[in-house]
């Protein structure tokens, strides 16, 4: 299989202000979030960063969307840099967090308009595009409906499509089933396997195991900003369920008690 994303040796740290040493009990004033992270994804398969919150997951996607720069370490998606290269790897991936907030002034229409823009799609493209995905999520029914107005869910949809505007071979999702009902997570959770299915790479991550066992190819487990295990799914559980591997892992490796 061919690897199209490489992290090699990742740091970011992070200063703590006062209130912040506060809210976290700790007299630390730099805490270490990614710490010497080094993994592969392959094309056309899901990869899944599992964890529990505070462990590195979101910063370490945030890093390789380029949203912030790292401390050591670099990343090559699909070739470029994220030190490098950080434009050419925003025009190669799509990434969506449940953190991505809309401008409620607007409306999905006109955000995915304006996206498609910014990622110089033609308006031909971007018309078909944008029919195909608004059916499928069922957001054209609110298409000129404003952000502020959409449930939680639709939302979400509108965040998905717009973060797919430009049809990436790479699309990284941070934590994407979170607080959706369980029918708008199922759309999302299928429309993961049909990327998959078309050959893309998806990068996931979730602290929500039967999430990871029922869609990933493989995945990894970060702990205290560490990738401890990366293995496939089947190794993975070839013995035990992915819950009872993570906490054996995670007594193990964090010194902790589930």
Do not use: W
């Amino acid at each position: 299989m061919n690897v199209i994303l490489r992290a090699e040796g990742l740091k970011k740290t992070f200063r703590l202000s006062a209130k912040q040493q506060k809210l976290q009990n700790t007299k630390a004033k730099i805490i270490k979030a990614v710490d010497d992270l080094s993994f592969e994804a392959y094309e056309g398969e899901i990869f899944g960063l599992l964890g529990p919150n505070g462990a590195g997951k979101t910063t370490t996607l945030r890093l390789l969307a380029t949203l912030i720069k790292a401390d050591e370490g670099d990343a090559f998606v699909a070739g470029s840099s994220i030190r490098t290269a950080p434009e050419a790897v925003r025009g190669k991936i799509g990434f969506l967090t449940s953190e991505l907030k809309l401008e409620d002034f607007f409306t999905p229409n006109y955000m995915f308009d304006f996206f498609a823009n910014l990622h110089g799609i033609s308006p031909e493209v971007s018309k078909q595009r944008k029919r195909e995905l608004f059916s499928k999520f069922g957001v054209d029914e609110f298409a000129e409906v404003k952000i502020a107005n959409l449930s939680t869910g639709m939302k979400q949809k509108a965040s998905l499509v717009i973060s797919i505007v430009h049809d990436p071979n790479i699309i990284i999702f941070d934590e994407p089933t979170n607080g959706l009902d369980v029918l708008t997570a199922k759309v999302v959770t299928d429309f993961l396997l049909e990327l998959r299915a078309q050959g893309k790479t998806v990068i996931v991550s979730t602290h929500i195991f039967s999430l990871v066992e029922k869609i990933c190819d493989r995945a990894g487990i970060i702990l205290n900003g560490h990738m401890v295990v990366c293995d496939t799914l089947r190794n993975l559980t070839s013995e035990k369920p992915l819950e009872d591997v993570f906490f054996d892992v995670y007594a193990e490796k964090a010194g902790g008690a589930a």
